[in-house]
């Protein structure tokens, strides 16, 4: 028989572990979001079989004044398991079109490194020749 402090320790460990299980799958990303299921891709080009699509922006959108852009190459774990997704990438942009800052703001983690790698390579042209700030929206969907 177990002693009432050793019934209470195992009752404050369940509910840790519980409210530990609660929180990650608040935070987990939604399964509308996110194609997570196993599909083996055949052959050996991690490339193969994904297109980036542009979506028409915001009022925070700055792409239209983009004169060079740098595609993010497709995460081979994500092809691997056929992840798909939208990401949004905040960036700051000086007057003579070169980006000082970008941050991840919106998407599935796995794209996050080659969406910040790719966001810090574009140029823009400012309209009014000052600063600009806005975000650049890469979507990743892989080719039925």
């Known amino acids: 028989m177990r002693s009432p402090v ?32 196993f599909h083996p891709i055949a052959g050996n080009d991690p490339l193969r079989g994904w297109r980036l699509t542009r979506v028409d922006g915001n009022q925070t959108d ?22 798909e997704g939208t990401v949004k990438v905040q960036v700051a942009v000086n ?14 983690t796995v794209f996050r490194s ?10 823009f042209r400012s309209p009014n020749n000052t600063d600009m700030e806005g975000t650049i929206t890469f979507v990743f969907k892989l080719k039925s």
């Open 6 to 37: 050793h019934r209470r320790a195992l009752g404050k460990s369940w509910r840790a572990f519980l409210l530990t299980a609660i929180l990650l799958t608040a935070v987990s990303p939604s399964k509308s979001s996110v194609n997570t299921e």
């Open 95 to 108: 007057r003579e079109g070169k980006v000082i800052r970008a941050a991840f703001i919106q998407g599935h």
């Open 62 to 83: 700055i792409e239209r004044y983009a004169t060079a852009e740098v595609q993010p190459a497709y995460p081979e774990t994500a092809q691997k398991y056929r992840i």
């Open 114 to 123: 080659v969406s910040l790698d790719a966001a810090k390579q574009w140029q």
